[in-house]
């Protein structure tokens, strides 16, 4: 169905008592019970227009796209620029400040290389973190994502990861994700008590916070 300009997939289940709107990498849906009238749910959906418009708006402004690379571009990489060389091969090596990647498929692999890479330093960073804040012997493994939805992860068990693209950001944003994931070893929350120990080693947070909100959707690709 259309509200507006959206476009609104509709869902019922056996197992909803309610109906809820949700929408999620640019595309809007409603969940309905079963019995609930199509006229009730169209009324429903009008009264959120603006709501749907809005949020189907950003998040398709900000939905990640397969850059097409050329050769010499820039590459940002844990605070260096790492320039592109496109050649006939099958792997991608670094040499000095160069990176040459294969000509086919360039963007999938520069993100393999980088997961690859950027894995050392993202560990050492989280680790130094976890040291910090006295818990580093409650850290587990320390992996890379590639998830569309979060930047960082921390488990009950420990387990920390941190997204590829991360490696693209400004230093500071870096360090911050880290931090913000090691703190959970002491609170799986964002409870004030949470909060107070990333202020305690980085009181300048949410300037940092507010970058990767704004800027983050730039890193992928």
């Known amino acids: 169905m259309t509200v507006g300009r959206v476009e609104v997939a509709l869902k019922r289940s056996a197992s909803r008592r309610t109906l809820g709107l949700q929408v999620r ?20 959906l009008e009264s ?3 709501w749907l418009e809005k949020h189907v708006r950003q998040q398709q402004a900000q939905q990640p796209h397969v850059r097409e690379w050329q050769d010499g571009d820039l590459v940002p990489f844990l605070g260096e620029t790492l320039t592109l060389r496109l050649v006939a091969a099958t792997r991608v090596e670094q040499r000095g400040n160069e990176l040459f990647v ?18 050392q330093p993202f560990t050492e960073l989280v680790q130094e973190y976890a040291t910090g804040l006295g818990v ?18 921390c ?24 931090l913000h994931e090691a703190a959970h070893l002491l609170e799986l929350n964002h409870s004030p008590r949470y909060w107070a120990h990333v202020k305690r080693l980085m009181p300048g947070h949410a300037a940092q916070r507010r970058w990767l909100k704004e800027n983050g959707h730039t890193l992928l690709g």
């Open 25 to 44: 990498d640019g595309v809007a849906s409603a969940h309905a019970p079963p019995q609930m009238s199509r006229e009730l749910i169209v009324r429903f």
């Open 48 to 50: 959120k227009r603006d």
């Open 102 to 119: 294969p000509v086919t498929d360039t963007a999938s692999q520069l993100k393999k290389w980088t997961r690859k890479a950027a894995l």
């Open 136 to 153: 580093s012997g409650r850290l587990g493994r320390v992996a890379v994502s590639d998830t569309r939805t979060r930047w960082g992860s």
């Open 155 to 178: 488990t009950a068990h420990g387990d920390i990861r941190l997204h590829w693209a991360l490696s693209r950001a400004p230093l500071e944003v870096l360090h911050y994700v880290a």
